[in-house]
């Protein structure tokens, strides 16, 4: 049938909703006089305070020629909601189909079902998250963005290896990342910059080269994701096409070792997530400590597969070397906890001289020593990552036991935290709080690792069953602070129960690669 319309002198306003988030382009048949005029807002959102509006990029207007008429947007969008504006008609207008015709990667989708309702539909959730941020490569989402963002990508990536199995997308994501280190992305974005120019650039964390200074923790989620690949798949050949980028990657690492032992990526965009931690565009970060010793330790098995032996010893070498360097510079002895940036008299004497290289204002080394901080962040990467000795693993878990037994996630941003002591309200018992689903990813699988099952079950029903009981469909860039949600409903860097209901709760996981050899351990 036909939605009718009769001749106006306002407008009509309705709107669609999809049932769950939509990726693809618009498009509608209508029977209008020339010149009526529909206008379409997409958007994901209704809550509490209204419809969540997009951007200008999700609205389109059509202006009608006379009879009858078919239109298809050009531009993909992502949505749930459409709403449709319908004026200046001269006379009756007959809509007969508003539709999407979605446009993504065809995924094949894997089968959960459990006693527990709430967990199924939570599974579905995540897994529905992932299919509509996977477009010609992996994208942060749908509809506010649709950036390839290399952290994002691989919680992403790992939602498809172990329920999707489209591994041939996976592949060419490896190889478009990889690019990232060769010089013909400097010849193309960043003539004349000075860090491409002198090779000291990693992985892109979003195309084509932003940001400038990179997000260290997004870069080494790309090499991770590399041997992630080779164990799912046993994939010899594409381990081989981009293992020269990871060895770049490393190469460039170690130059920017400084003397006691630390990576310090001076101007990088030093990120873990949205939360409120001490973290600048300089400084010994801890959490990328952990996890670049933790990188060198995979690229060793890695190097070893495809028979570089000795490189394989040298890394393994790396990696015990930061660890060590973790330990003895990035721990506070009477937080007993490690902290989220080094700041002591050799990183501030470090400090001065960058921020004389910028002609940058310099804080004093009493304001500068005043901007740490401890975390869930850091401490749970340190444990995640393996750094931490065992007389200290108690006093690191205390933070991540904590926070998920009380589920109080706190989002923020290490650009607006305050200098010195941080509020109830920043850092709720004195440490920064998860901010973000992101993080669960690095909270679950290290509550997973050590044991803490029931816990990271329980934590998922709970922190995504929050979404459920929003009626939402898909998984949200944020947890609900106050009344507001986020700006983003479908953001798969927040789908991983669909990684750890196949590999830690169901306990389905490879032993050797390409799953030659398994175990099933619920």
Not at 367 to 390: F, H, W
């Amino acid at each position: 049938g036909f939605a009718v319309i009769e001749k106006q002198e306002g407008m009509t306003n309705f709107i669609l909703d999809f049932g769950d988030e939509k990726v693809g382009r618009v498009a509608f048949d209508v029977d209008a006089p020339a010149g009526t005029t529909i206008d379409i807002q997409c958007f994901e959102m209704i809550n509490d305070a209204g419809i969540l509006y997009m951007g200008g990029a999700q609205t389109l207007r059509y202006r009608c020629r006379e009879g009858f008429q078919e239109f298809m947007s050009m531009r993909r969008r992502g949505f749930r909601y459409l709403s449709v504006c319908v004026w200046g008609n001269e006379g009756t207008v007959r809509i007969g189909n508003i539709r999407v015709i979605e446009n993504r990667y065809p995924t094949e989708m894997a089968d959960f079902s459990s006693s527990d309702a709430r967990l199924d539909r939570i599974y579905e959730m995540s897994t529905r998250t992932a299919e509509v941020c996977m477009l010609d490569l992996y994208t942060d989402c749908p509809g506010y963005e649709q950036n390839a963002w290399t952290g994002d990508a691989r919680c992403t990536a790992q939602v498809n290896l172990y329920n999707f199995g489209a591994y041939e997308f996976d592949v060419q994501y490896l190889k478009l990342i990889a690019q990232s280190v060769t010089d013909g992305l400097r010849k193309n974005y960043r003539t004349r910059n000075p860090r491409y120019l002198a090779g000291l650039h990693l992985p892109c964390a979003c195309f084509p080269t932003y940001p400038e200074g990179c997000i260290p923790v997004w870069s080494f989620m790309w090499l991770l994701q590399v041997h992630d690949h080779y164990m799912c798949t046993g994939d010899k050949n594409a381990l081989g096409e981009v293992f020269c980028a990871v060895k770049e990657t490393l190469t460039r690492c170690e130059k920017m070792t400084d003397s006691r032992g630390l990576f310090d990526m001076q101007g990088a965009w030093n990120l873990i997530e949205w939360a409120n931690n001490d973290l600048d565009f300089y400084g010994e970060v801890t959490a990328n400590n952990a996890m670049l010793s933790y990188c060198f330790g995979k690229a060793a098995e890695m190097a070893e597969i495809l028979g570089e032996d000795a490189l394989a010893s040298h890394y393994r070498e790396q990696k015990a070397t930061y660890r060590d360097a973790i330990n003895t510079y990035c721990w506070d002895e009477e937080k007993r906890a490690y902290v989220d940036t080094v700041r002591d008299e050799y990183a501030y004497e470090k400090y001065l001289a960058y921020m004389e290289s910028r002609g940058m204002e310099k804080l004093s080394y009493e304001d500068y020593l005043a901007k740490g901080r401890i975390s869930v962040q850091s401490n749970t990467m340190a444990l995640l990552y393996d750094i931490v000795p065992e007389e200290r693993k108690d006093d690191a878990m205390r933070f991540l036991l904590d926070n998920v037994k009380k589920g109080v996630y706190v989002s923020g941003t290490p650009a607006n935290r305050t200098t010195g002591a941080p509020s109830e309200e920043e850092a709720p018992d004195g440490y920064v709080h998860i901010g973000s689903p992101f993080f669960m990813y690095f909270a679950l699988k290290t509550l997973f690792k050590f044991g803490y099952d029931e816990l990271a079950l329980q934590t998922q029903k709970s922190a995504w069953g929050e979404f459920l009981d929003s009626g939402l469909t898909t998984c949200l860039e944020t947890f609900k602070k106050g009344k507001e949600w986020t700006r983003s409903i479908a953001h798969a860097w927040s789908a991983s129960p669909a990684i750890f209901l196949m590999t830690d709760v169901l306990g389905g996981r490879p032993t050797k690669p390409g799953f030659a050899e398994f175990e099933v351990e619920p």
